[in-house]
């Protein structure tokens, strides 16, 4: 009588003397496949149900080019495989993982994954842990996350999300993304009070700054000045000799009335910060969540 999970044989007590070793035998083939036997499955636009012998295999490998997203359905018994979607690349195109009729993922291309099942539900092995940050060199959510049925990553964009559905989430940071939307990204003060001014960085996920030049003020020292002048004055004709005799007008010093420029300078600036320093967009960021 075979077992329920990898169908190993099993043999009664004092049954197939002499011939014990058939099942044996084929038991230990189940076993060599479960920790190396490769699956090569070729795939196009239909799914597929996979034979017993193709599951028992521990690295599930799929060729061949996606016309559409397909589903690939697993036996409905736990196993554990490492899966590697060898496809064609197609940005819009995946292959979901199903085992009965609990959650499906969906894989990547070209980037083992390792999967392991319950018998109703398919599960990622070894993605980061509940509350990383993630980023994607992409401006859009990779398709293989989409198709999840409960997506392992949420993007951070400042929505709120189900705690139904991200307890472990949910406790942690409460029902609310982060917003990272063209923010940079920085670790709380933990006691250190290094970010104070405008962004109060002894609270999580709090907001602040901007790339407007900061709001300021220049003052003008101008206290006028005047312009000094020589210049010879009229006389009367009862003085046109001049005061020595000569007949030369005496010159006479005076100076122009002092007179500030005129010049003004308004307040320049909106924002309260204007610290930009060098930087490039990178894509999205994503925080894992369940």
Same mark, same amino acid.
């Given at each position: 009588?075979?077992?329920?999970?990898?169908?190993?044989?099993?043999?009664?007590?004092?049954?197939?003397?002499?011939?014990?070793?058939?099942?044996?035998?084929?038991?230990?083939?189940?076993?060599?496949?479960?920790?190396?036997?490769?699956?090569?499955?070729?795939?196009?636009?239909?799914?597929?149900?996979?034979?017993?012998?193709?599951?028992?295999?521990?690295?599930?490998?799929?060729?061949?080019?996606?016309?559409?997203?397909?589903?690939?359905?697993?036996?409905?018994?736990?196993?554990?495989?490492?899966?590697?979607?060898?496809?064609?690349?197609?940005?819009?195109?995946?292959?979901?993982?199903?085992?009965?009729?609990?959650?499906?993922?969906?894989?990547?291309?070209?980037?083992?994954?390792?999967?392991?099942?319950?018998?109703?539900?398919?599960?990622?092995?070894?993605?980061?842990?509940?509350?990383?940050?993630?980023?994607?060199?992409?401006?859009?959510?990779?398709?293989?996350?989409?198709?999840?049925?409960?997506?392992?990553?949420?993007?951070?964009?400042?929505?709120?999300?189900?705690?139904?559905?991200?307890?472990?989430?949910?406790?942690?940071?409460?029902?609310?993304?982060?917003?990272?939307?063209?923010?940079?990204?920085?670790?709380?003060?933990?006691?250190?009070?290094?970010?104070?001014?405008?962004?109060?960085?002894?609270?999580? +996920? %709090?907001? #602040?700054? &901007?790339?407007?030049?900061?709001?300021?003020?220049?003052?003008?020292?101008?206290? !006028?000045? $005047?312009? @000094?002048?020589?210049?010879?004055?009229?006389?009367?004709?009862? +003085? %046109?000799? #001049?005061? &020595?005799?000569?007949?030369?007008?005496?010159?006479?010093?005076?100076?122009?009335? !002092?007179? $500030?420029? @005129?010049?003004?300078?308004?307040?320049?600036?909106?924002?309260?910060?204007?610290?930009?320093?060098?930087?490039?967009?990178?894509?999205?960021?994503?925080?894992?969540?369940?």
């Amino acid at each position: 009588m075979p077992t329920p999970n990898l169908g190993l044989a099993t043999v009664g007590h004092l049954a197939l003397p002499g011939a014990w070793d058939t099942p044996t035998n084929n038991n230990w083939g189940i076993v060599d496949n479960i920790w190396g036997g490769v699956a090569s499955i070729a795939v196009s636009n239909v799914d597929i149900t996979l034979t017993s012998t193709q599951a028992q295999q521990q690295i599930l490998l799929f060729t061949g080019t996606l016309f559409n997203s397909i589903t690939i359905h697993l036996p409905s018994v736990g196993s554990h495989h490492v899966v590697i979607n060898a496809t064609d690349f197609t940005a819009d195109k995946t292959i979901i993982l199903r085992c009965g009729g609990g959650l499906a993922v969906a894989v990547p291309q070209n980037d083992p994954m390792q999967i392991v099942t319950d018998g109703s539900n398919v599960y990622y092995v070894g993605l980061e842990r509940i509350g990383s940050y993630v980023d994607f060199a992409s401006t859009d959510v990779p398709i293989w996350i989409t198709n999840c049925d409960v997506p392992p990553y949420l993007r951070c964009d400042g929505s709120t999300f189900n705690p139904v559905t991200y307890p472990i989430l949910a406790s942690q940071i409460g029902t609310t993304l982060p917003d990272a939307s063209g923010r940079a990204r920085y670790s709380l003060n933990n006691g250190s009070g290094r970010l104070i001014d405008n962004l109060n960085g002894d609270v999580l +996920f %709090a907001d #602040g700054g &901007n790339e407007h030049t900061q709001q300021h003020n220049h003052v003008l020292h101008d206290p !006028g000045h $005047a312009h @000094g002048f020589n210049a010879v004055l009229g006389l009367t004709s009862a +003085f %046109a000799a #001049g005061p &020595n005799g000569t007949g030369a007008a005496a010159p006479s010093h005076g100076n122009t009335d !002092g007179a $500030a420029t @005129g010049i003004s300078i308004d307040a320049y600036g909106s924002g309260n910060s204007g610290n930009m320093p060098p930087a490039y967009v990178g894509g999205i960021t994503m925080i894992r969540a369940g």
